[in-house]
């Protein structure tokens, strides 16, 4: 299993530009998440998908927009970057915790590392 | 106030130390508590994780929650170089979904 991907690695964009970032998982779950990470601000939710065709705004959605393209894929597109878009991108899907005292465990993927000049 | 706070380190201690990593926050529904370790350039991966309050044992770690207090703790006993990474606290209401909570994490050095 190769758990959580992500492409690309690494991306360097002018501002203005678009890309589209790509996570795929391979363990059947429902749920999945897109978070960036800042220095001293800790994981910030952009995006979750519950299931296939669901969408939520997280705490950061401002200035992007996501797919859930299957139970699998869950891409996160920034359609016009800005320099404040500079983070590094992890993607995260879950498994439901069973019963009332357990909790979904996420699982990441290796980030990406934007760079909006 | 950030809803969930946590030294940024670094913190540098030598192998076989015990070593004390904390959270406070402010969310008095928060009940479900985890523990994540992050590698350099790698993402996050569930070390523990703690229900209400009360203490939870893995081998060499111990993770310890006061919501009286509203402090969450990880102890590392016998501290390895292996062991250096961030260490990021999280925190939920619910337990599931989007409601998850992360503190900016800690950096560990464990120095041989």
């Known amino acids: 299993n190769a758990g959580v991907t992500q492409t690309p690695k690494f991306q360097v964009l002018k501002t203005g530009q678009s890309m589209t970032l790509q996570c795929a998982q391979d363990?059947?779950?429902?749920?999945m998440y897109w978070y960036r990470q800042d220095p001293g601000m800790g994981l910030r939710l952009i995006y979750y998908?519950?299931?296939?065709?669901?969408?939520d705004k997280g705490e950061v959605p401002n200035g992007y927009n996501v797919s859930r393209l299957n139970k699998r894929e869950f891409s996160l597109r920034l359609e016009s970057a800005a320099p404040s878009q500079t983070s590094v991108y992890f993607c995260?899907?879950?498994?439901?915790?069973?019963?009332?005292?357990?909790?979904?465990?996420?699982?990441f993927g290796p980030g990406t590392r934007l760079t909006v000049l | 106030q950030k809803e969930v706070e946590q030294d940024p380190g670094p913190l540098s201690v030598p192998e076989g130390a015990i070593v004390s990593l904390n959270c406070t926050y402010s969310?008095?529904?928060?009940?479900?508590f985890m523990w994540y370790r992050q590698y350099s350039r790698k993402g996050p991966e569930l070390l523990m994780y703690t229900y209400s309050s009360g203490n939870k044992e893995d081998g060499r770690f111990t993770a310890q929650v006061d919501k009286s207090s509203k402090y969450i703790s990880l102890f590392i006993r016998d501290s390895q170089p292996s062991d250096s990474a961030t260490y990021l606290c999280a925190m939920s209401d619910v337990g599931y979904g989007q409601n998850f909570v992360f503190g900016p994490g800690t950096r560990l050095s464990v120095l041989p």
């Open positions: 995260a899907s879950s498994d439901e915790g069973w019963g009332a005292t357990s909790t979904d465990t996420q699982y």
């Open positions: 998908s519950a299931s296939e065709g669901t969408t």
């Open positions: 969310n008095s529904a928060f009940q479900y």
């Open positions: 363990m059947n779950h429902n749920s």
